[in-house]
């Protein structure tokens, strides 16, 4: 483990960024740090806050570490700093946890029932890197909403490499779809929530497209499900809202939602 309790995180900030906001980035990054497996031989956070109004998302959280040698970038926007950081340090303790665990058992398939069949479904099941909480113990501990932008799937799938993000939601540019982009051992595979995959503008051949539309459960049904299965997440249409949500694991156990914003 990484002695973190005595790296200091440096800082840099560029605009309107609050000395709180700085303060609450580097204890979380501090606190993620003591979990590295191998040594931190240094950590910056770097926080920018665009003023233009016509930026979607003007707040941009950037932290670098340099882990025995290797560097991890991991990078979020978003409309506020708090939120941005919210989401570049889930990105950052994933990249530790890669750093400490096979996953590519997690990104293997098995044959598929059908053509188009969700990948992510047919995932095999290893350990996974969270808290083995007693399934009776679990909640949804976190709940996000969010503003999705409108992309092209290769956009989409763009953003998600940028950012080393397993999954990426968004709204589908040519059908205005709830639909989440992720990783598989063969590049990306898009999905919709409903299946209108017929209007899909061009998409790279990198990216495989699901002819699935996505299952409408509660989001107690997709918690069992996602326990059925094993996975780190997974893509549903809410059946109380009709809107296209993800339900993943956290590292403490729990599970974490993200659906759309009203």
């Not at 995180?9 to 590295?36: F, I, M, N, P, Y």
């Not at 970038?73 to 989401?87: E, F, G, K, L, W």
């Amino acid at each position: 483990m990484a002695d973190a309790g005595t790296l200091e995180v440096q800082t840099q900030t560029h605009g309107k960024v609050h000395a709180s906001e700085v303060s609450d980035a580097v204890r979380r990054v501090s606190s993620l740090l003591r979990t590295a497996s191998e040594p931190v031989l240094s950590a910056r956070v770097r926080l920018t806050m665009h003023a233009d109004p016509a930026v979607e998302r003007p707040a941009i959280a950037q932290i670098n570490v340099d882990l025995n040698g290797r560097l991890v970038r991991v990078q979020s926007a978003d409309a506020t700093t708090r939120a941005a950081i919210d989401h570049a340090c889930d990105r950052l303790r994933i990249r530790l946890e890669r750093a400490r665990r096979n996953w590519a058992g997690m990104r293997g398939s098995l044959p598929l029932p059908e053509p188009g069949e969700w990948r992510h479904d047919s995932l095999p099941a290893p350990q996974l890197p969270y808290f083995p909480r007693p399934r009776g113990e679990r909640t949804v501990m976190r709940h996000k909403s969010y503003t999705p932008a409108h992309e092209t799937p290769d956009e989409a799938a763009a953003e998600a490499e940028a950012l080393d993000y397993d999954f990426h939601l968004f709204t589908e540019k040519s059908t205005g779809e709830d639909s989440v982009i992720y990783r598989t051992p063969d590049g990306f595979r898009l999905a919709l929530a409903h299946r209108r995959t017929g209007r899909l503008g061009p998409v790279d051949p990198a990216i495989s497209v699901s002819q699935v539309p996505a299952v409408r459960l509660t989001v107690t049904e997709a918690e069992d499900r996602l326990e059925s299965f094993r996975q780190p997440f997974l893509f549903f249409v809410n059946s109380q809202t009709g809107r296209g949500n993800l339900i993943y694991h956290r590292y403490d156990g729990h599970y974490g939602l993200i659906e759309p914003a009203a």
